[in-house]
């Protein structure tokens, strides 16, 4: 019953936040740390970084790309719904130097929901529901390998099965 009461918290603030909730999260940051930069210059040192972090850095979960080759193989269907942007994952697919050639999720999955697709974003289950959709599927015979709280949240209000899959940062 507690965890259901947080949950329902967790649903109803993010739902209803006013603004912009990155520029939130700078905010917050940036009192927190006491960095002295205004909230538009962290997020152009964010996004310097994080472009460099995705074509370098950024890679699969270890064996995930690998076991994505196997599903595909199975003949599986495999369905994302990320809150990626359809940019961000195009660079993952093309410009990434590790992800590409262990699993090219353009080639790979049969139904793609990124963030621009949806109205509401995870814990929010449209994503999953819209992925489902996409697939042809029965939310009964899915399951959903997900690494954060909130897509956990949307994936099991879909009716989906779930499995977490450990993330420290998410």
């Known amino acids: 019953e507690e965890i259901k009461a947080f949950r329902d918290g967790v649903l109803y603030h993010a739902n209803n936040l006013s ?21 538009e210059e962290y997020q152009h040192l964010r996004h310097d970084n994080a472009d460099m972090l995705s074509v370098n850095v950024v890679d699969f979960k270890p064996g995930a790309g ?37 699993a090219n999720i353009n080639k790979l999955a049969d139904a793609i929901v990124a963030c ?28 959903v390998f997900e690494d954060s709280i909130n897509g956990i949240i949307a994936a099991k209000d879909a009716g989906l099965e779930v499995c977490a899959v450990y993330d420290r940062t998410a």
């Open 116 to 143: 621009e697709d949806v109205t509401h974003k995870k814990p929010h289950p449209e994503a999953y529901l819209k992925v489902v959709e996409k697939l042809g599927a029965n939310p009964k015979d899915c399951i």
């Open 66 to 102: 690998e076991f994505l080759q196997i599903i595909k193989g199975l003949g599986k269907k495999i369905g994302v719904a990320t809150t990626t942007t359809k940019p961000q994952l195009q660079l993952y697919c093309e410009r990434n130097k590790n992800m590409p050639q262990k």
């Open 19 to 39: 603004g912009d909730i990155y520029k939130l999260f700078y905010q917050a940051v940036i009192d927190q740390y006491d960095l002295g930069v205004t909230v």
